[in-house]
């Protein structure tokens, strides 16, 4: 161990107390030796590992200490040995032993853990933190707006989707429940009904059993005048759609045709609200403008 | 002997893992952005959502919009003003595109000179409305409406069953073309 007899202890290489404990010498030197890149200060570097090598070792710091006289600033008396280095900054292996060199001490733990109390993360560490947090932060907030845009993209598909499908129902629905021949009227009301919800059958077998026969059993309007009406659609629009009920915009004609006179032609505009039931939509109510 | 434990090694680590947190920060703010934007605002733009095969997925607002302008073009066809057919004129064509103004323009001049009665007087009424079709850049709505035209020789009702066709310009809904149902 050599020291310059006028120059400053290895305490003060680290920047710590004489007494200070294993503990805070192993902090100084991890603290020391962070400031340096391997090779860039060989010198001082090799200084940090030789105040490690003798004070943290018990022997060599108690003679460190007692050629100090840990008060006054006496140089502690050498013996002409040399100090191993505790390690060298670069990966060759650059120092011969010395006959009279104690073994190198033990190089103080990882200096990326920290010391056990006291030493907190340093600057590096807690903003490497500050930006994983906002990491994960930021990717959950992507999730969360990805999971709503797929939700409504799915949404809006399935509105779509309905909304044809009810359109096209009711364009086929309209074209049976709107026509009928005063010879098979039963017939054409049966057909018509499949069409329709148990709720708007009632008052459409209602409406349309007055053209069979009237309330006294007399033949209805359009067994009297020999009616045949046949309803065409024109033209279909959506009003509005939900997931399970489309209002339809129906486009209609019925040309009527009583017994051998000249047909006549009704330009209908009706809405159709179209409910689903099971697999299939159905006409629950039937608005004429 | 032992390689010194040295500050390169923690300080390159804690690059690394600062790099990479960098990277997963700025594509979690690129993909919030982008959703967010895109889910709070493909109402707003003229831009529409898509499905997984590419499809245009029209906004209600969209719809919405298509049918308010298509109304709003009956409304004023109905609303004939025989005092005032210049300003008729220009309040119709506010909602035309180029071609179709020119056409109304045309047609109305063509009215004019068989003599418009000045106390000529329309108004209507909208009885329903719908989407027919529509895609990002046209629409097809159909609209039923009603109107009552006060003239010297009395009162006429009307019953009409439009097809209004739509195309969208500069992001805004104009009519194109429309024709009666008949």
Known sequence: MTQNNSGPTWYDILGIAPDASPDQIKAAWRDATDKFEPGSGAGQFRLFNEAADVLLDPAKRAE?????????????????????????????????????????????????????????????????????????????????????????????QHDADSAAEASAVAARALTAVLSYDYRHMDADRDRSVKFLTPKYRKDYVKTFDLLTQGPN????????????????VQNTAVQDAGENKVRVLVFVNQTSVKGSGTPAIFQNRVVATMVKSGDDWLIDDVKSY | MEEAPTGTSRRSSTLTAGVVAALLLALGVALSIMWGVRDAGDDLTSKALTTNNGDPLISDTQRHEAVAVAEQFCL????????????????????????????????????QKLGVDKKLKGTGTILASGVSDIDPDSATVLVAHDSSVVAETGTTQRHYRWSV??????GHWLVDDFTQVS
Do not use: C, W
């Open chain 1, 64 to 156: 460190y200490d007692a050629g100090l006289g840990l008060a006054d600033d006496a140089a502690p008396e050498t013996d002409g040995s040399e100090t191993e280095p505790v390690a060298e900054p670069t990966t060759e292996s650059t120092a011969d032993a010395s006959e009279d060199a104690p073994a190198a001490p033990a190089v103080p733990p990882d200096p990326i853990v920290p010391a056990a109390e006291g030493e907190g993360f340093s600057l590096d560490a807690k903003v490497v933190a500050v930006l994983s947090v906002l990491a994960v932060a930021s990717l959950v907030l992507a999730g969360i707006f990805g999971i709503v845009l797929q939700h409504r993209v799915n949404t809006r």
């Open chain 2, 165 to 170: 066709s739509l195309r969208k310009v500069d």
């Open chain 1, 217 to 232: 059993g007399t033949p209805g309007g359009a067994v009297k005048t020999k009616a045949v009406v046949t309803a065409t």
């Open chain 2, 76 to 111: 004023r066809m109905d609303g004939v003003d025989g005092s005032d057919p210049d300003g008729y004129v220009k309040k119709v064509s506010e909602l035309l595109t180029t071609k179709q103004k020119t056409k109304f323009t045309q047609e109305f001049a063509d009215f």
